[in-house]
């Protein structure tokens, strides 16, 4: 089983700061199938970045990911209010999904 | 409108059977997978498994391995995930999601969950 380590666990910002989170795998893993998404309190999580970089529908541009292999990284550039939540990533293994802890982004 | 659509929240005993559902419309059911996932109360997310409705074929976490049954039924659009005795440590909110597999794949399409609570 791929393990997805996600740092740090908490990430305290404030608006307009630029945010960096990480996600590592225990082993390679293709960026074809590794998704970042988004969860709020109350709320299903959504789909933020597929593909390790390409952003889903309807994500602003401020949101990036980038990565290879099994080190990936979810960018914020200039956080907005509706930004601060809990932020997930997560590979596809042929039999088997995983998702990383999570990290959660909270206003300083 | 593409839309997953959860079976309402739960309360059961322990030892009880449980089947909630997920109804997809919108879109061709039979060409994305229906991936579920469970949160426990103040905890991450976790994969449980799949089911590819075109034809049943499922896929399951091994944390998750004969504890559930995930089924579909593509003549009405309707992903299952059932338990056949529910233990308390079964009460979280569980989601269902579309699941896209392809060159790349993602869940893009997620319902709003099922709460499911397991009291004696």
């Known amino acids: 089983e791929i393990v997805l380590t996600q740092s740090p666990g908490t990430l305290s910002l404030s608006p307009g700061e630029r945010a960096t989170l990480s996600c590592r795998a225990s082993q390679s893993v293709s960026s074809s199938y590794l998704a970042w998404y988004q969860q709020k309190p109350g709320q299903a999580p959504r789909l933020l970045i597929y593909?390790?970089?390409s952003r889903a529908t309807g994500i602003p541009d401020r949101f990036s990911g980038s990565g290879s292999g099994t080190d990936f990284t979810l960018t914020i550039s200039r956080l907005e209010p509706e930004d601060f939540a809990v932020y997930y990533c997560?590979?596809?293994?042929?039999?088997?999904?995983?998702f990383g802890q999570g990290t959660k982004l909270e206003i300083k | 409108e593409v839309q997953l659509v959860q079976s309402g929240a739960e309360v059961k005993k322990p030892g009880e059977s449980l089947r909630i559902s997920c109804k997809g419309s919108g879109y061709s059911f039979t060409s994305y997978w229906i991936s579920w996932v469970r949160q426990m109360p103040g905890k991450g997310l976790e994969w449980m498994g799949r089911i590819d409705p075109s034809d049943s074929y499922t896929n399951y976490s091994p944390s998750f391995q004969g504890h559930v049954t995930i089924s579909a039924d593509k003549s009405i659009s309707t992903a299952y995930l059932q338990w056949s005795s529910l233990k308390a440590s079964d009460t979280a909110m569980y989601y269902c999601?579309?699941?896209?597999?392809?060159?790349?794949?993602?869940?893009?399409?997620w319902g709003k969950g099922t709460t499911v609570t397991v009291s004696s």
């Open positions: 999601a579309r699941f896209a597999v392809g060159v790349v794949t993602y869940m893009d399409v």
């Open positions: 997560q590979q596809y293994g042929s039999s088997r999904d995983t």
């Open positions: 593909g390790a970089s």
